[in-house]
């Protein structure tokens, strides 16, 4: 059965991160299984017919909750839909997908980002003053008491988790929707051996070099854990390795100050920094291994689109797709990111090219590319919708 599904964002500039990204690929996946999906934005630029920005003449690059949500309204009182699907916390949304999981969570994780414990505390203060983390935090809590509230779709158990701790919803107000990604593409051939020739060049290395080299992905450097793997990096240099270990960083993120980290710990030619890339699945070939020792991802999408190539993935616990890894086997996840030992000890292991093959292998004899699809995202919310409609019915 098709449906007609509001799905509601604040920006559709996809470069601004992953959750912009991932809700727009899961619009176009539920439109590809025959749904008609209207994609509801408050800011943008587009000239797609299926996305509607409400708020383009607002001021600023963010419009507040409550102005979004009264043109979201009189939106909706001239169109109808049979299923409302928000990224933020709109209580008479039909669905509620936290794609930043909770607000309480993120800014506990955000202020652990930060090395020094002063500023862990001034973080977590200065959230308390910010007027707009407070009414989305209040918004949130207020869905979650409400009984007749929508659904909760966690896009990992560990999202799950956060919502029964800091809200106490139970399970029936909870659906795990894991994250998805966009599997069909191919990494550019051209692209990447440019990209190799790129990076062999900047480390002063050869095509018969003894390497391993580890991908790292983010445009938030600190929170995802850029200085810890540096030290890491730091630590297994020194060790007895089968292969030396290298560190391929792309992203946005400012890099100066992990440049200076580097330098100071003797691994500056080690690292190349690659700054953004257009398509990250370029730069997978290359890698051995991908690395993320991230303070809080919900739900990696670099994590899912590495697994989805066949590479094993180095990660911690407070990465929602480590849901999607077996421990050891395809890839290593560890307790926290300051564990820089037990990184370091990662990274000697996939220094190892019988563990690379290892990992790689179980992986492609897995289905995990099938389970890291977004296509199987839209068909799991296929499910949560009919469930939604026939709860409807019922009353």
């Not at 690059?61 to 939106?75: D, P, Q, T």
């Not at 003797?266 to 290359?286: C, K, M, S, W, Y």
Request: charged share 25%; glycine share 6%.
């Amino acid at each position: 059965m098709s449906y007609k599904i509001a799905i509601i964002i604040e920006r559709i500039e996809v470069i601004l991160g992953g959750a912009e990204r991932s809700m727009l690929e899961l619009s176009t996946a539920l439109s590809a299984v025959g749904h008609d999906v209207t994609v509801l934005a408050a800011k943008g630029q587009t000239n797609a017919q299926n996305i509607h920005i409400l708020c383009q003449d607002a001021s600023g690059k963010r419009v507040w909750l409550r102005s979004f949500k009264k043109s979201i309204r009189e939106h909706l009182a001239e169109n109808h839909y049979d299923i409302i699907h928000s990224s933020l916390p709109l209580g008479f949304a039909d669905v509620y997908q936290p794609i930043g999981g909770a607000c309480a969570e993120s800014i506990i994780r955000n202020a652990a980002s930060y090395e020094q414990k002063l500023i862990e505390a001034y973080k977590k203060l200065a959230s308390r003053l910010n007027i707009r983390r407070i009414l989305l935090w209040r918004a949130e809590k207020k869905l979650c008491k409400n009984q007749d509230g929508p659904l909760v779709a966690a896009i990992s158990k560990y999202v799950a988790r956060q919502f029964k701790e800091y809200h106490g919803l139970d399970d029936g107000r909870i659906a795990v929707v894991p994250n998805g990604v966009r599997i069909q593409r191919k990494p550019d051939s051209a692209a990447g051996e440019n990209l190799r020739s790129q990076i062999l060049a900047n480390l002063g290395l050869g095509e018969t070099d003894n390497c391993a080299f580890f991908l790292f992905a983010a445009h938030n450097f600190r929170l995802k854990g850029l200085a810890p793997l540096i030290h890491s990096l730091a630590q297994a240099q020194i060790q007895r390795t089968k292969r030396e270990p290298f560190l391929i960083v792309a992203g946005r993120g400012r890099s100066f100050k992990y440049r200076r980290l580097a330098r100071k710990l003797n691994v500056a030619e080690r690292i190349v920094f690659l700054g953004t890339l257009r398509h990250v699945q370029d730069a997978l070939p290359i890698a051995d291994a991908a690395v993320l020792p991230t303070f809080y991802s919900p739900c990696s999408r670099f994590t899912l689109e590495a697994l989805a190539y066949g590479k094993p993935v180095i990660t911690t616990r407070f990465n929602g797709a480590a849901d999607f890894i077996t421990d050891s086997l395809y890839g290593k996840i560890i307790d926290s990111p300051k564990d820089i030992g037990g990184l370091a000890q990662a990274i000697v292991h996939y220094c190892d090219a019988d563990n690379t093959e290892k990992s790689a292998k179980a992986i492609e004899q897995s289905n995990i590319k099938e389970q890291a699809s977004v296509t199987r995202a839209a068909d799991d919310f296929q499910r949560l919708y009919e469930r939604i409609i026939q709860r409807r019915e019922q009353q």
